[in-house]
């Protein structure tokens, strides 16, 4: 009787330990997707470089103050060249979907279309990233 006692505890112990392993992945994985969707904000990264340079270097309240504008301007410049790049991959998607869309059915079309429109929501939503004009949609 005590054997199956012991068991039932350590079944038990099992499924609460599982469940709050497959919690934990599930929460991880999200909590990743979604640091990686964010575009880099170009305020935070100053706070984080200059934070990053204070701890790193031991820097005085007066040298905070004369590197700030460089740190600023360079996670300024940071910015353009994530938003530049995003322009380029969607520039190169747009023109996979435009080459490979002869060889589609109309539903294939018609299905590659949708997910244009996704990932053009995706990208304004997302990245902060908006089309430069209607015409870059078009297939």
């Not at 505890?9 to 392993?21: R, W």
């Not at 992945?25 to 909590?31: E, F, G, I, L």
């Not at 204070?54 to 460089?70: A, G, H, Y």
């Not at 996670?75 to 002869?102: F, N, R, T």
Request: glycine share 4%.
């Amino acid at each position: 009787m005590k054997n199956w006692l012991y068991v039932k505890a350590a079944v038990a112990f099992l499924v609460v330990f599982s469940a709050g392993a497959i919690s934990g992945s599930m929460v991880t994985k999200r909590s990743s997707e979604a640091a990686q969707r964010q575009p880099p904000c170009t305020k935070s990264l100053s706070q984080r470089m200059t934070a990053y340079l204070v701890r790193e270097l031991q820097l005085t309240d007066r040298q905070i103050k004369d590197i700030q504008p460089f740190v600023n301007s360079a996670c300024d410049q940071m910015g353009v060249i994530h938003k530049d790049a995003l322009g380029a991959a969607s520039a190169a998607i747009e023109d996979c979907h435009l080459s490979i869309m002869p060889f589609l059915t109309t539903s294939q079309a018609a299905k590659l279309n949708l997910c244009e429109t996704e990932r053009q929501r995706f990208l304004a939503l997302e990245c902060g990233y908006e089309i430069q004009s209607v015409e870059d949609c078009a297939h």
